[in-house]
């Protein structure tokens, strides 16, 4: 599986962005995508994920506390790609942002994008 990550740049505070991922290669109708991210001198952070079981639906959306009321996931599973439309962002949103995907949700996220940097000025 590989994994393509788009959309960071340079904004201002309380601006937005939207980040896509395209998977490619060998997934299946059921599997999870998810954002994480890393700060200079800080450890990665999840940020949250969807998931698609059997290739229908919508997929089910999980985001972590600490940006959810900023912070949405969404995705097309035709099109094996994940969007995170992140809105109100602070400075403390500087980060690159990776997006992974793992077939197996019970073991840890393995495939890895290249990331994508989010650089937000104050």
């Known amino acids: 599986v590989q994994l393509q990550a788009s959309g960071g740049g340079l904004v201002q505070a309380g601006g937005s962005l939207r980040l896509s991922c395209t998977a490619s290669?060998?997934?299946?109708?059921?599997?999870?995508m998810g954002w994480f991210r890393q700060a200079p001198g800080k450890e990665r952070e999840f940020v949250g994920q969807i998931s698609w079981r059997g290739g229908w639906g919508g997929g089910d959306t999980l985001v972590a506390n600490s940006v959810k009321d900023r912070f949405t996931i969404s995705g097309d599973n035709a099109k094996k790609t994940m969007y995170l439309q992140m809105n109100s962002l602070k400075f403390e949103d500087t980060a690159v942002y990776y997006c992974a995907a793992r077939i197996n949700r019970r073991i840890p996220y393995n495939y890895w994008g290249q990331g994508t940097l989010v650089t937000v000025s104050s």
């Open positions: 290669g060998r997934t299946s109708s059921s599997y999870d």
